[in-house]
C-alpha cells in the first residue's frame, strides 16, 4: 500500500509524534508519503532522515492559499495514493475535500481533539469541526480516533457514527524505559538529591494545560509542610515567562520550583521523576506524556480529562479539573503510598499497564488493518 498523509504542521506536537511514531515502525510493505500543510516543523527532517518523502505546502498560519491547493491537487494525482490519511480539522477538511474531488475514495480521517466547548476551544476550530460534521457522512470512508472520549464528543457533535474506530495511541517501550542512571545524573543537574521528592509536569505553557491549578495544589501542599521539588519542563516553561514566574512567586513555591524548558530527552526526564502530575483543564485527547511516563515506571495523578483515567487505570490518581484542593490531596496521598510501597514496585505496575495495552506495535497494526479495509 501507498498511504498519504496530510497534516497542519510537523512541529513538537502529540499527533505529529504519533505520525512519526507510527510511520517508523510501520512494515516494509507499506510506503507512506508525509504532506505537511505548513512547514518542515520538528519531525520533517526526523522523517527524510528515515527515508520518507516530505512535501510542504507552506500555508500561511490561519489561512488557505490557491498556489498551495493547487500543490496539494498535483501531489495527489502526482503520488496516486491507495489511501489518503489525514490528521485534524485543518487537514481532514481541506486534504479530504481535495483529495475526494480527485476520485480518491480511501479517504481516513484523523480526530485527536476531544473538547468543543465554546470556552474551551478557539473559534477556528469549532467552526472548522463544525463543517466537518455533516461532511463526516460523504468524504471519509473512515474515522480514525485516538480516545474514547474523543469519539463521543463528535458523535454528539453529528460526526457519523458507524465510521468510527478508536485506536489508541502507541509507544516504543524500547526508547521508553526504565533509565535510573540517566535520571540521576538529570536529578543532580537541577541540585535534586536522590531522598528529595521530586514532582515533575511536561507540557507546553497553555490554557489547556492549567498550570495555575497545579501551583495552586502544590501551595496547599507546601502550607502542609509537605517536602517537594517540582520541575516543569516544556516550551514556555522557563524564566522568560513573566506570568509563570509572578504565579509563583506570589505563591511562595519559587525555592520549590525547577524551570526547565523544553527537553529532548524525554526518558531521561521521565526517569528523573517520582510522581508526575497532568493538571490540565480540558482539551486533551488521549495525553502522552501520561503514558511516556507510565512507560518510563513513574506513576501519575491526573486530571478527568479525555482518556487520561483510561491511561493510567488502577495505577495512578484521578480528580476532577479545576479542583486544587482535589489534586494537592491526590499527589499528597501519591507520595505516601510511593514512600511505603517504593517507587519500584509502582513503576513496574505503570510499565505492564502500558505494554499490555498500549504498545507502539499495536497502534501500526491498528492502522494497517484499517488501511486495508478501506482502500
Known sequence: MKILHIIANLGQGGAEGVLYRLISASPPNIEHVVVSMRGEGYFGPQLRASNIVVHTLDKPRGRLTIRGLKRLRRLILDIHPDVVQTWMYHADLVGGVVARWLGVQSVVWGIRHSNLDPQESSFSTRLIARICAPLSHWIPAAIACCSERAAEVHQAAGYCRRKFYVIPNGYDLSRLKLDPEAGKLL???WGVQPDELLLGMVARWDPQ???GNLLCALGKLMERAAIFRCVLVGSGMDQENAILVDKITRLGLAERMILAGPLDDITAVMNALDLHVLSSAYG???PNVVAESMACGI???VTDVGDAALIVGTTGWVVPPNDSEALAG??????EVATAQGKAVLG???RARIQE???LSKMVAAYSHLWQQVR
Open 187 to 189: 536529578r543532580l543537574s
Open 209 to 211: 494545560k492549567d498550570h
Open 284 to 286: 486533551e485527547a488521549f
Open 299 to 301: 506513576a501519575n495523578v
Open 330 to 335: 491526590a499527589i499528597q496521598k501519591a507520595a
Open 348 to 350: 513496574q505496575n505503570c
Open 357 to 359: 495495552n498500549f504498545e
